[in-house]
């Protein structure tokens, strides 16, 4: 089985671009009530993954800031903790399983390293769910 089987397509996906700013990204991340979002470069590469917990802890040892402040910060200067593992298009199933056993989701990258979309831990669990119960049934 190919890894495009589970994806998301880019254009289905929250994503923020690198020259977003602190306040873009937050303002973004509460509108769609995520944790966790893709970042991306202006021509579409997959740069990292920047988490509630990254801004917060910058905020923290960085700044005391106002929304209005936020601003003034770029994404690219918040310190993320890690980034979520990107795969590509030809990794197999395996290398997938194996990720996102520690990850929410995986981004995935063409042949040019171009963000295409992700494969989310939900979809993976769902489909081998599926597989058992209907082993059960045989």
């Known amino acids: 089985m190919n890894v495009l089987f589970f994806l998301t397509p880019k254009k289905e996906v929250s994503c923020l671009r690198e020259d977003y700013t602190l306040r873009q990204a937050l303002e973004k991340m509460q509108a769609h009530g995520y944790t966790a979002v893709p970042i991306l ?50 990794n197999m199933m395996d290398d997938l399983v194996d990720i996102i056993k520690v990850q929410n989701f995986v981004p995935v990258i063409d042949d040019k390293e171009s963000f295409i979309g992700i494969v989310t831990r939900k979809d993976v669990i769902e489909y081998y769910y599926e597989e058992y119960k209907n082993s059960e049934q045989r």
Do not use: F
């Not at 923290?60 to 590509?88: F, P």
């Open 41 to 90: 470069s202006k021509d579409g590469k997959y740069i990292g993954t920047v988490t509630e917990g990254d801004i917060l802890w910058y905020v923290k040892d960085d700044y005391n800031l106002d929304i209005k402040s936020a601003s003034d910060v770029k994404l690219t200067d918040i310190k993320r903790r890690r980034d979520n593992k990107a795969i590509s298009v030809n």
